[in-house]
Nanobody
């Protein structure tokens, strides 16, 4: 049974940092791409970062690339999203997802992915 569990969210001041974790079970995170999405209140879910054994780490925008880093720990079967210089507009629920169809980063469309975690809340506020 495929499961994804996110953790690491919280309240942080602008300019602060957080590390989000996405622990997989029922499969190896090395086999399939793991994609981070986020969803702010009233907004659509948007892609943030993709970690893949084939493509490395991809980021949705250059602005995200400058502040966020996606990594993987194969021993812990966990993918991380290191977020630095956080801004209030980063406030959202962060989700990780996979499709178990490809090991590469194929899509930023949330509908493409079948398996999702419950999400972890990130709030950036003074």
């Amino acid at each position: 049974q495929v499961q994804l569990v996110e953790s690491g969210g919280g309240l942080v001041q602008p300019g602060g940092s957080l590390r989000l974790s996405c622990e997989g079970s029922g499969f190896s995170v090395d086999w399939y791409s793991i994609v981070w999405f986020r969803q702010a209140p009233g907004k659509e879910r948007e892609g943030v970062s993709c970690v893949s054994s084939v493509d490395g780490t991809a980021y949705k925008t250059d602005a995200i690339r400058r502040r966020f880093t996606g990594t993987v720990d194969k021993v812990k079967n966990t993918v991380y999203l290191h977020m630095n210089n956080l801004k209030p507009e980063d406030t959202a629920t962060y989700y990780c997802a996979t499709d178990r169809r490809t090991s590469g980063c194929r899509s930023w469309d949330a509908d493409y992915y079948t398996y999702w975690g419950e999400g972890t809340q990130v709030t950036v506020s003074a």
